[in-house]
T-cell receptor, first 115, second 116 residues
Framework: IAGITQAPTSQILAAGRRMTLRCTQD?????MYWYRQDLGLGLRLIHY???????GKGEVPDGYSVSRANTDDFPLTLASAVPSQTSVYFC??????????????FGPGTRLTVL | AQSVAQPEDQVNVAEGNPLTVKCTYS??????LFWYVQYPNRGLQFLLK??????LVKGSYGFEAEFNKSQTSFHLKKPSALVSDSALYFC??????????????FGSGTRLQVQP
């Protein structure tokens, strides 16, 4: 089934630990995004990638890094997790980034708790 | 900068009644506007979008939204609510002049509760 998969589904992590959230899409979309969802704040963009090999910073990039080695995968890494990074993380993708009106498709999310 | 406001944290409506979920936006240029729905423990699902043309946009599950440029609003509507419409709804905007990130800015979300 075409779509976006995220792993893990949920994770409890000790502060200071390194963690990589995985995201894979099979729709051959050029653009991919990472958002975090926090109560009362909606979704905030962490990092984005308009095409394989390029990445950019969103609204809340501090403490996170991404890479885009190929079209399908867009992992998000927390180098040293802190409790304020407790959130639900969503990966999204979109076709044709030059046409900005295309909707984004979202993965099921990863619920991360940092203690 | 672009921004979205959803002034209501929660909207309650009886099944069979019409519903409205409000959204206002701010962009430098012309907006691309979207509505998404999120069911518990799920990702966001696309409902509808406004790009250009007719101000009334029809989307999935009987939802529609009306673009009002003078009021900078994009309210989501449905003529007859269903219990199964109960979910979290997000409005989002992208400024057509944003040629960099090309990402959406989301509102804080409105929880719709439809009572049987």
């Amino acid at each position: 089934i075409a779509g976006i998969t995220q792993a893990p589904t949920s994770q409890i992590l000790a502060a200071g630990r390194r963690m990589t959230l995985r995201c894979t899409q099979d729709m051959r979309h050029n653009a991919m995004y990472w958002y975090r969802q926090d109560l009362g704040l909606g979704l905030r963009l962490i990092h984005y990638s308009n095409t394989a090999g390029t990445t950019g910073k969103g609204e809340v990039p501090d403490g996170y890094s991404v890479s885009r080695a190929n079209t399908d995968d867009f992992p998000l890494t927390l180098a040293s997790a802190v409790p304020s990074q407790t959130s639900v993380y969503f990966c999204a993708s979109s076709p044709f980034p030059l046409a900005g009106y295309n909707e984004q498709f979202f993965g099921p999310g990863t619920r991360l708790t940092v203690l | 900068a672009q921004s979205v406001a959803q002034p209501e944290d929660q909207v309650n409506v009886a099944e069979g009644n019409p519903l409205t979920v409000k959204c206002t936006y701010s962009v430098s240029g012309n907006p691309y506007l979207f509505w998404y729905v999120q069911y518990p423990n799920r990702g966001l699902q696309f409902l509808l979008k406004y790009i250009t043309g007719d101000n009334l946009v029809k989307g999935s599950y009987g939802f529609e939204a009306e673009f009002n440029k003078s009021q900078t609003s994009f309210h989501l509507k449905k003529p007859s609510a269903l219990v199964s419409d109960s979910a979290l709804y997000f409005c989002a905007v992208r400024d057509m002049f944003d040629t960099g990130r090309r990402a959406l800015t989301f509102g804080s979300g409105t929880r719709l509760q439809v009572q049987p």
